[in-house]
């Protein structure tokens, strides 16, 4: 039996996963299988009459899905034409639960669009994106993308790995970054939607190649993001495997400005990070290896009201520009315990076992990250996950002329950059993912008002 078939979380106990073995495409010149994960929702009631319909009209909507539990809802249409991309056609994913809309795109498994009420009830879009595929795919700024096999950056674009060198595409000068220069975020992931009592969204599923980028070893990837019924969170589910070992290390890319109006600077907003250290960087924002202690520093966010960005985006070099590029060490990672055993791969038996418990031991290790606050429409949002560091970005390259530039902030819950390079910063053993062992990585975001002053 394919050992992906178990990767589900408890929350989507409705879905029918399927596996399959699919040989890889010839060009790459691989001759053993790949088992990739496949899902098949039935949580969708396609009975005649019932409230899911396939439309057959010529209009874009695909799929659609209307009175589902507890006010959750779902489209999929067409993003741009038809065979957008090298005859491929990107699939968007509008998923509501009645407060909170999220747009997905099966175009590097991006989060899209999050729009949710001020404190007045207005409700507004609060991620930057681009507004067609041509931006989206000639104005790459990683928005709102999945981004690996490894996120953040890999020094010089190279790493030994078993006593063999790796070189990687390199696409930050010197060095990789977010995965090269065709990374998770340039690709089509399949993306299947679902819905059940306790959530609305897509699972998109992906088959990286041996030699991708680089990198070793064939990778099945799975990102399931879930809108909550009833409570508005939103959830990023990332689970993996691999046939030869490999580095993993994923994160989203999303950009945030909560104020509603996405040409206003986020100088105004306020934001908390649970982080008594960041990686001091040297050249090019490779970490050193030392943990720098934030207090006293600009980098010290962690007053529980918030700390104006405004304040703190001009005092500090974000790698030629002023703002946040930096990785915080979030409170509660413990790099000892980190060495013995790794906090987000494990054998895949564990996994089996665990199958059926009340709650995944992935979600349960979530600590909380951050806590971001725009005053002015009393949006906020916090930010729990299971990674060791979150990458705060202040959109320091964005384009001025555009105006982007400081217009967002990236909250990047990830593994710490060069680990892959550098024992200093971690168990090189937390960013390896190996044969018969599962990658996971969890994170979510809750939206809520704060009251008027």
Same mark, same amino acid.
Not at 5 to 28: D, G, M, P
Not at 109 to 119: G, I, N, Y
Not at 211 to 226: C, D, F, K, L, R
């Given at each position: 039996m394919c050992p992906l078939?178990?990767?589900?979380?408890?929350?989507?106990?409705?879905?029918?996963?399927?596996?399959?073995?699919?040989?890889?495409?010839?060009?790459?010149g691989v001759t053993t299988a790949l088992c990739s994960l496949t899902s098949r929702l039935i949580s969708y009631n396609r009975t005649p009459g019932g409230p899911c319909t396939n439309l057959t009209s010529p209009v874009d909507f695909v799929m659609s899905c209307d009175g589902a539990p507890g006010g959750l809802r779902i489209t999929e249409s067409l993003f741009g034409k038809q065979g957008g991309i090298d005859g491929i056609s990107v699939h968007r994913y509008d998923c509501s639960n009645g407060r909170v809309h999220v747009s997905l795109l099966d175009f590097g498994?991006?989060?899209?669009?999050?729009?949710?009420?001020?404190?007045d009830g207005k409700i507004e879009e609060v991620t930057l994106n681009v507004t067609s595929l041509d931006q989206l795919l000639h104005k790459n700024m990683y928005f709102g993308s999945t981004v690996g096999r490894v996120a953040n950056r890999v020094a010089n674009g190279r790493f030994t790995l078993d006593g063999?060198?790796?070189?990687?595409?390199?696409?930050?000068?010197?060095?990789?970054?977010?995965?090269?220069?065709?990374?998770?975020?340039?690709?089509?992931?399949? @993306? $299947? +939607?679902?819905?059940? =009592?306790?959530? %609305?969204?897509?699972?998109?599923?992906?088959?990286?190649?041996?030699?991708?980028? @680089? $990198? +070793?070893?064939?990778? =099945?990837?799975? %990102?399931?993001?879930?809108?909550l019924a009833g409570e508005d969170v939103l959830e990023m589910d990332v689970k993996a495997e691999t046939d030869a070992a490999t580095p993993l290390a994923l994160s989203n890319h999303a950009y945030w400005n909560l104020s509603g109006n996405l040409k206003n600077k986020i100088y105004d907003h306020k934001l908390r990070v649970a982080a008594s250290s960041i990686l001091e960087v040297g050249p090019h924002q490779i970490p050193t290896g030392v943990f720098q202690p934030v207090l006293q520093t600009p980098f010290d966010l962690r007053a529980e009201e918030g700390i104006s960005l405004g304040d703190r985006i001009q005092q500090i070099d974000g790698g030629g520009k002023a703002g946040f590029d930096h990785c915080f060490v979030v409170d509660g990672y413990d790099r000892a315990a980190s060495r013995e055993k790794s906090e987000h791969v494990r054998d895949a038996e564990d996994e089996v076992q665990e199958k059926g418990s009340p709650?995944?031991?992935?979600?349960?290790?979530?600590?909380?990250?951050?806590?971001?606050?725009?005053?002015?429409?009393?949006?906020?949002?916090?930010?729990?996950?299971?990674?060791?560091?979150?990458?705060?970005?202040?959109?320091n390259w964005l384009d001025e002329e555009d105006g982007q530039q400081h217009a967002a902030v990236c909250l990047e819950t990830e593994f710490f950059p060069n680990a892959v390079n550098d024992p200093k910063v971690g168990s090189v053993d937390d960013v390896i993912l190996r044969p018969g062992q599962i990658y996971r990585h969890f994170t979510s975001h809750r939206f809520y008002n704060l009251p008027k002053p």
């Open positions: 078939s178990f990767l589900v979380s408890n929350v989507f106990e409705r879905y029918v996963f399927i596996c399959a073995l699919r040989q890889l495409n010839e060009s790459f498994a991006t989060l899209f669009s999050v729009q949710v009420p001020d404190r063999k060198v790796y070189t990687l595409a390199k696409n930050n000068g010197p060095n990789h970054l977010h995965g090269g220069k065709e990374g998770f975020d340039q690709k089509i992931w399949k @993306g $299947y +939607p679902f819905t059940s =009592a306790s959530a %609305v969204g897509v699972c998109f599923t992906l088959d990286s190649p041996d030699g991708e980028e @680089g $990198y +070793p070893g064939n990778v =099945a990837i799975q %990102v399931t993001y879930s809108l709650e995944s031991w992935i979600r349960a290790r979530a600590r909380f990250m951050a806590t971001l606050v725009d005053p002015k429409s009393g949006r906020a949002m916090d930010v729990r996950g299971t990674q060791p560091g979150l990458q705060v970005y202040t959109a």
